[in-house]
């Protein structure tokens, strides 16, 4: 058993266990749609943009630029008290989909629009989180 007390993902969840397989082995995956080959995050039941039910799964680069971001000065749960300050940032990611993740170390207003990569972070033997760190 790990020690980690944080919230984890529900790895059992069908529409995200894709995910959460995708950062167990280091690759970031998002959805794509096998009708028009539109990209998306968060995951979903169908394409936004054609209306197409499904998806596949597909690996993005794991890259992209700090879009914006917030620095939260007050934990949402008892868990995270100890991690305050500390930055969550929206990623645009190269391939164009938004993801929102935690960065490491806290965000200055000059670094939007810097570039950011994923660092994947194996809290436990079965999730590995996803954070983002200035390139
Ligand atoms: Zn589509």
Same mark, same amino acid.
């Given at each position: 058993m790990s020690n980690y007390a944080k919230p984890l993902?529900?790895?059992t969840d069908p529409l995200t266990a894709p995910f959460w397989? &995708?950062?167990r082995? &280091?690759?970031l995956l998002v959805q794509k749609c096998g009708q028009c080959g539109y990209l998306r995050w968060p995951p979903g039941p169908c394409c936004p943009q054609c209306l197409t039910? &499904?998806?596949e799964w597909t690996p993005v680069s794991a890259a992209g630029v700090l879009y914006s971001y917030a620095e939260y000065h007050r934990a949402l749960a008892p868990a995270f008290k100890d991690d305050v300050p500390y930055s969550v940032g929206l990623i645009e990611l190269d391939e164009g989909p938004r993801m929102y993740g935690t960065l490491v170390g806290l965000a200055r207003t000059e670094d939007v629009g810097r570039r950011v990569h994923a660092v994947f972070d194996p809290?436990?033997?079965e999730v590995?989180?996803?954070k983002w760190e200035l390139s």
């Open positions: 993902p529900d790895l397989q &995708g950062t082995e &280091g690759k039910p &499904g998806s809290v436990t033997p590995t989180l996803v």
